[in-house]
């Protein structure tokens, strides 16, 4: 067996980093799941970010964007990090309303070519209430269910 050296484990990080974007939180979780001890991995960590090859901030950043991008709300994004042990940073709210803020026509206008069909037939009060399940189903809060309502129903009959 292969001695779990410093060096093997930051080649094994650069390897996964090549490939996606991770939090710190996921490449220990795979160092010690490689068999590398936490001492091992906090060194190996420490010269990746040391190097500027692991920023959590960009990784929240571009998770969000990618997750918006996927039509998932904040409460999937939420659950979906806590199930990966990812710790929210401080600023999360203020990301996600950010980023939400400024995707927010977007997002409303693909939920609707999307689901569109789904509630269009129905009368006005069951067709708000079956959009407003539809959003919740995606992880979107209340506060953004309401905005992409309310987008929707001003210009969705543009968008037929």
């Not at 979780?29 to 920023?55: I, N, S």
């Not at 309303?97 to 995707?103: A, C, I, L, T, V």
């Not at 009060?125 to 001003?154: C, D, P």
């Amino acid at each position: 067996m292969k001695e779990k050296t410093p060096e093997r484990g930051f080649s094994y990080v650069c390897r996964l980093l090549g490939r996606r974007a991770y939090h710190r939180a996921e490449l220990e979780q795979k160092l010690v799941q490689k068999g590398y001890c936490p001492e091992v991995a906090q060194q190996v960590l420490a010269r990746t970010e040391e190097l500027r090859l692991l920023d959590d901030d960009a990784y929240f950043e571009g998770f969000v964007w990618q997750q918006l991008g996927k039509l998932h709300g904040g409460r999937y994004m939420e659950h979906f990090l806590a199930s990966r042990g990812i710790p929210l940073p401080a600023y999360w709210d203020s990301l996600l309303q950010e980023q939400f803020g400024y995707r927010c026509e977007e997002l409303a206008r693909r939920l609707w070519r999307r689901f569109g069909s789904k509630v269009r037939d129905e009368d006005e009060s069951w067709q708000r209430q079956k959009l407003e399940g539809l959003l919740q189903q995606r992880g979107f809060r209340w506060q953004e269910v309401e905005q992409l309502r309310a987008i929707i129903e001003e210009q969705g009959h543009e968008w037929q």
